[in-house]
């Protein structure tokens, strides 16, 4: 059996080593038309800022490793230009001689993954404006740094990657600001919640600008300013972070379908509407449960699960994808911002009866070393008993309740009959005596006299 598989970072290198897992006679091989292989994307702010060291940390394997290792061949500058559904091949382009060949496959997996949105191309053209997305765009963005000696940046979105950044640019010195269309930062986030962020990031020195778009850079070679509705900005650099749309081109062109979220459209095992071909990673939409719908998400910790399901059912297996619950965690400084389900807005659109708690706990007790706080905001459905969603912004151990949170909801416990009985593990140097969890379910189970 051969495999072809299109995109070599976490989507399509897990679907890869699955794949051979399940079958090691068959012939795979991954086209890349980047250099850099199965890196570690989420680490990108920590190499720019330095907390990691060396590049070869973040992009420690490369082709020789996995042929090694799994006998699979990776081509990286290799470009997929055509997908053939009829004769079941691809045209590949060589990036370095502009060579073309056809390969065949009897599989084929899709893992283009996504690309940062930039409204206006030209923008990119100035020589301090940056996206970050990959390795490459890490490395030009530290040699700007350090060359330039820049003191001041513009990140533009207040999403995650970021507020990430805030911290990782600070290291330098740089004084940075953030602007941000939406009229609060991080828009999965409520209001609430989101203001606590915004204040925190303002303690910390980040300038924040909401409910403002950027409408033009000025300068001739370098962005010098750019213009809001509101005012104007003097930078030194800019980053633009707003959002990520998948790669589909390719895919489209070859009759693959596309959900309405305008990602790849698959099915529980992975498989597009296409036989024999499968897709995965950040090129693709995926199904929420609490949303019961099909949703975009970009995550590092999605492509590696998509991936495996796809290189596991390219593979002969039979194994299927549950839905996500969009459980998401960063950084910003010395605070943890963390969400999984829906937020207030989104469950009141989809439901009426639903209801918000908020708590304030402390992560273990006050004569510990380390001992934090953490903001926990709970929407629950008053019907159903079930949680639909839970943020939580903290300075210690907000990893770990998220993550009961997380696995409570992907198994339908019910705020009032099942938190409160949770059996979790407790001394003083990790956790209050009741946990967060189980004091929120306490909570609320009494507020609302069930
Ligand atoms: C700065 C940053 C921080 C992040 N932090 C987190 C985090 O903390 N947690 C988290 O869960 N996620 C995080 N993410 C998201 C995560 O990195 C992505 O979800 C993940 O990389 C998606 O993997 P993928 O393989 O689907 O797609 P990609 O990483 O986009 O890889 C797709 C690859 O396909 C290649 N390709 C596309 N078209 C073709 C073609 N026609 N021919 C050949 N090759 C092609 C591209 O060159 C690319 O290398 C972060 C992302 C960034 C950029």
Same mark, same amino acid.
């Given at each position: 059996?051969?495999?072809?598989?299109?995109?070599?970072?976490?989507?399509?290198?897990?679907?890869?080593? *699955?794949?051979?897992?399940?079958?090691?006679?068959?012939?795979?091989?991954?086209?890349?038309?980047?250099?850099?292989?199965?890196?570690?994307?989420?680490?990108?702010?920590?190499?720019?800022?330095?907390?990691?060291?060396?590049?070869?940390?973040?992009?420690?394997?490369?082709?020789?490793?996995?042929? =090694?290792?799994?006998?699979?061949?990776?081509?990286?500058?290799?470009?997929?230009?055509?997908?053939?559904?009829?004769?079941?091949?691809?045209?590949?382009?060589?990036?370095?001689?502009?060579?073309?060949?056809?390969?065949?496959?009897?599989?084929?997996?899709?893992?283009?993954?996504?690309?940062?949105?930039?409204?206006?191309?030209?923008?990119?053209?100035?020589?301090?404006?940056?996206?970050?997305?990959?390795?490459?765009?890490?490395?030009?963005?530290?040699?700007?740094?350090?060359?330039?000696?820049?003191?001041?940046?513009?990140?533009?979105?207040?999403?995650?990657?970021?507020?990430?950044?805030?911290?990782?640019?600070?290291?330098?010195?740089?004084?940075?600001?953030?602007?941000?269309?939406?009229?609060?930062?991080?828009?999965?986030?409520?209001?609430?919640?989101?203001?606590?962020?915004?204040?925190?990031?303002?303690?910390?020195?980040?300038?924040?600008?909401?409910?403002?778009?950027?409408?033009?850079?000025?300068?001739?070679?370098?962005?010098? =300013?750019?213009?809001?509705?509101?005012?104007?900005?003097?930078?030194?650099?800019?980053?633009?972070?707003?959002?990520?749309?998948?790669?589909?081109?390719?895919?489209?062109?070859?009759?693959?379908?596309?959900?309405?979220?305008?990602?790849?459209?698959?099915?529980?095992?992975?498989?597009?509407?296409?036989?024999?071909?499968?897709?995965?990673?950040?090129?693709?939409?995926?199904?929420?449960?609490?949303?019961?719908?099909?949703?975009?998400?970009?995550?590092?910790?999605?492509?590696?699960?998509?991936?495996?399901?796809?290189?596991?059912?390219?593979?002969?297996?039979?194994?299927?994808? =549950?839905?996500?619950?969009?459980?998401?965690?960063?950084?910003?400084?010395?605070?943890?911002?963390?969400?999984?389900?829906?937020?207030?807005?989104?469950?009141?659109?989809?439901?009426?009866?639903?209801?918000?708690?908020?708590? =304030?706990?402390?992560?273990?007790?006050?004569?510990?070393?380390?001992?934090?706080?953490?903001?926990?905001?709970?929407?629950?459905?008053?019907?159903?008993?079930?949680?639909?969603?839970?943020?939580?912004?903290?300075?210690?151990?907000?990893?770990?309740?998220?993550?009961?949170?997380?696995?409570?909801?992907?198994?339908?416990?019910?705020?009032?009959?099942?938190?409160?009985?949770?059996?979790?593990?407790?001394?003083?140097?990790?956790?209050?005596?009741?946990?967060?969890?189980? *004091?929120?379910?306490?909570?609320?189970?009494?507020?609302?006299?069930?």
């Amino acid at each position: 059996m051969r495999i072809l598989i299109i995109g070599a970072v976490a989507g399509g290198t897990t679907a890869a080593t *699955q794949a051979i897992r399940n079958d090691s006679k068959a012939e795979i091989v991954i086209y890349e038309k980047d250099k850099d292989i199965s890196y570690s994307g989420c680490s990108l702010p920590y190499y720019i800022g330095g907390l990691v060291k060396e590049r070869k940390h973040i992009a420690p394997r490369d082709s020789e490793h996995f042929k =090694k290792k799994y006998n699979v061949d990776v081509k990286v500058r290799h470009e997929v230009i055509d997908i053939d559904v009829e004769n079941k091949n691809i045209t590949v382009k060589n990036l370095e001689t502009g060579e073309e060949f056809k390969d065949n496959y009897d599989e084929l997996v899709i893992a283009t993954g996504a690309s940062p949105f930039v409204p206006v191309k030209e923008w990119l053209h100035k020589e301090n404006v940056f996206t970050l997305r990959n390795v490459i765009s890490a490395d030009e963005i530290k040699e700007y740094i350090l060359k330039n000696n820049p003191k001041k940046a513009l990140l533009v979105g207040a999403g995650a990657i970021n507020l990430e950044l805030c911290e990782n640019l600070q290291e330098y010195g740089i004084e940075v600001t953030v602007l941000e269309a939406q009229n609060q930062v991080m828009g999965p986030l409520d209001e609430d919640m989101a203001l606590k962020l915004e204040e925190y990031l303002k303690e910390k020195g980040v300038i924040v600008y909401t409910g403002e778009k950027l409408s033009s850079m000025e300068g001739e070679k370098t962005a010098a =300013k750019v213009i809001t509705e509101k005012r104007e900005i003097d930078t030194d650099m800019i980053i633009l972070g707003m959002g990520v749309r998948p790669n589909t081109d390719l895919a489209q062109k070859a009759g693959v379908e596309l959900g309405k979220t305008r990602a790849i459209h698959v099915n529980d095992r992975m498989q597009t509407n296409v036989p024999h071909i499968y897709a995965a990673g950040d090129c693709i939409e995926v199904y929420s449960l609490p949303h019961e719908d099909y949703v975009y998400r970009s995550l590092g910790s999605l492509a590696n699960k998509t991936g495996r399901i796809a290189g596991k059912n390219a593979t002969g297996e039979d194994i299927t994808f =549950k839905g996500i619950l969009s459980t998401g965690i960063f950084k910003v400084f010395d605070m943890t911002v963390a969400l999984v389900g829906m937020n207030e807005r989104e469950a009141k659109g989809l439901n009426e009866k639903c209801k918000s708690h908020m708590f =304030k706990m402390a992560s273990k007790p006050s004569f510990m070393p380390g001992a934090g706080e953490m903001v926990i905001k709970m929407i629950i459905d008053e019907e159903t008993d079930k949680i639909l969603g839970v943020q939580i912004i903290g300075d210690d151990g907000v990893d770990k309740i998220i993550d009961i949170f997380a696995t409570c909801m992907m198994f339908g416990a019910k705020y009032n009959k099942d938190l409160s009985g949770l059996d979790l593990a407790y001394a003083p140097p990790y956790s209050p005596s009741l946990s967060p969890v189980i *004091q929120a379910g306490i909570i609320v189970e009494g507020s609302l006299g069930k």
